[in-house]
Every structure is written in C-alpha cells, then in structure tokens.
C-alpha cells in the first residue's frame, strides 16, 4: 500500500467500504472539524474524550514495558493486557458512512503514544 500511497487509500476505501472518494476529499479542513464539533452533543464530545484519555493513559503503561502483562483498576473496572511489541502499526477505521468512533479511539490512541516508534496510514 506505501508504494501506491493515496491511490490505495481511495482503492480500499470504496472496495471496502463502497464509498467512493477523490484525493481532494482526503484532506480534514479545520473548519470541518469544527462544523462537525457543532453537529455532536457536547455530552458525547466529552464521553469520547474521557475514554480517549482513559485509552491513553492505558497504553502509556505498556510503552514503559517491551514485553509482560499488567492490569489497571478504575472505578469497578479491570482492565488486562498482555504487551508484544510491533516495529508498525496502521489502523483501519470500517463503515464508510457508518460512524465507529470507539474503533477510531482503540486504534489511533495507541498508535500515537510514545514507546510505538513508528505508525503508518
């Protein structure tokens, strides 16, 4: 896929998802993010970002170890993972005009957390 960059992007994106996009859609303009903030209730916007902080902090731990187990309890909650550590990542997001924002949370989140060395679209 690097070699065919966004050509395979827009090849996956509409055989996978059937959607059908142009390399002038790819690009996220601020002022989209910001309509699409207005679109949302302030109360989910929240609910995403605590569960992205609680993602974050989560994979904070396992950068500090290459390889092991560990769990962390919040609140009634027990959380468990089992760390084996990946030279790439890249994350795929399903639905093409479904919304996940869960898979994009426990995807992306880890992905950009220091101690990943390197992530790749």
Known sequence: MRRRGDDALLHYTRALDGVKLSVEQIPVRKW???NAYQKVPEKFVRTLER???RIRVFHQRTGKRLIGSWEVKERGIR???RV???ERVGIYVPGG???Y???VLMAGVPAKVPGFRRSSS
Do not use: G, M
Request: charged share 20%; hydrophobic share 45%; no cysteine.
């Open 51 to 53: 569960a992205a902080r």
């Open 97 to 99: 005009k479904a919304s």
């Open 101 to 103: 924002p869960s898979t």
């Open 84 to 86: 084996k550590p990946l």
């Open 79 to 81: 959380l468990v993972q």
């Open 32 to 34: 989209e993010i910001a």
